[in-house]
């Protein structure tokens, strides 16, 4: 009931960095809170407009809808925002993998390979549907491949999200194009999502492949080495990229910009392609690679995971209760 009471006094909470470490205690009534600090200053503003300052307290926030918000609003669902005290208590945050939707060389079953190509009416309509699907689930930072089917596919589904939250490309490519794309409006930046674009989340390349058609490929090569080339782990096409090779950039991309976020607490939405996430549900998952070369991934259909105790748990699709919707398997 206090704890309540106190919920509804307060208007804002800030957080700002600082560097000393210490303890403080708060009282409200007959309950107190004890804040223990590890670098932030919290600043409580009650709505009598009395303003107490209690320095170097940190509060972990959890599910928070930026990534960069110093404000937090109580008034905002307790689903979306915990404000946690114990140190003790480990971080849970969600991870959304989403293949792109149906491209216009899927349609025509040609190896498209890193070779950028939209997605087609079928596609869009894949990505809106993967978007109504994660709508309730926070989300603080994209992350997408370089091709534009993957990146249309993110900013698709997002226009489901009932965060009403723009995704953002940033363009850290260069100096001059971090300053042309700054944003000057901090209440824009809290409305805004980050969306990361990456190369290393690509498709793998297919090579020489890229373009044809895959049943006259069969016919030129062979259907057995065309087998191995699109199933085995380390057998690259001709000038083109095995899964292993696929899998080496892009779990190490995800293991130094991506799992360092959900360790944070923050939400992340990955757009990507069906090598490329194969070779993250790998490392996820823990799959040997007799394994990894046996799943399949439906254009457009989220898989969500939770971040928890240092580790991934697997809850499938958000909409898929059956072995067949949690790994949105594809079977010829």
């Not at 007959?30 to 200053?41: A, E, N, Q, V, W």
């Not at 937090?72 to 140190?87: A, E, G, M, R, W």
């Not at 994209?142 to 009403?164: G, N, P």
């Amino acid at each position: 009931m206090a704890a309540g009471a106190l919920h509804r006094s307060i208007r804002t909470i800030q957080l700002h960095g600082c560097s000393n470490d210490s303890a403080y205690t708060m009282e409200y009534g007959s309950s107190s809170l004890k804040l223990i600090s590890k670098g932030f200053t919290v600043d409580v503003k009650f709505l009598s407009n009395r303003s107490r300052s209690f320095n170097h307290c940190k509060m972990h926030v959890f599910h928070a809808f930026s990534s960069h918000a110093s404000v937090i609003d109580p008034t905002l669902s307790t689903s979306h925002v915990t404000t946690n005290f114990n140190q003790n208590t480990s971080i849970e945050s969600s991870l959304i993998l989403i293949r792109h939707g149906e491209s216009m060389w899927n349609e025509r079953n040609l190896f498209t390979g890193s070779v950028d190509v939209p997605l087609t009416k079928r596609g869009i309509e894949e990505a809106i549907e993967a978007g109504k699907r994660i709508s309730s689930i926070p989300v603080n930072m994209i992350y997408t491949s370089a091709l534009i089917r993957a990146q249309m596919t993110a900013m698709l589904a997002m226009t489901q999200h009932r965060q009403k939250k723009i995704p953002i490309i940033m363009h850290d490519e260069s100096l001059q194009a971090k300053e042309w794309t700054q944003i000057f409006s901090e209440e824009t930046i809290q409305q805004s999502i980050p969306v990361i674009t990456a190369w290393q989340l690509n498709e793998r390349i297919y090579g020489k492949l890229q373009g044809l058609n895959k049943e006259e490929t069969v016919v030129r090569y062979g259907k057995e080495k065309v087998h191995e080339w699109r199933r085995s782990f380390d057998s690259p096409p001709p000038n083109g990229e095995s899964l292993e090779m696929c899998s080496q950039r892009a779990v190490a991309f995800f293991k130094e910009n991506i799992e360092p976020q959900l360790q944070n607490g923050r939400n992340i939405v990955v757009a990507a392609h069906g090598n490329s996430l194969r070779s993250i549900i790998m490392y996820l998952e823990k799959l040997t690679s007799q394994e990894v070369t046996n799943l399949e991934l439906s254009t457009g259909v989220p898989l969500l995971y939770i971040y928890k105790h240092g580790g991934f748990l697997k809850r499938g699709s958000p909409v898929g209760p059956t072995e067949y919707g949690v790994y949105a398997y594809t079977r010829v």
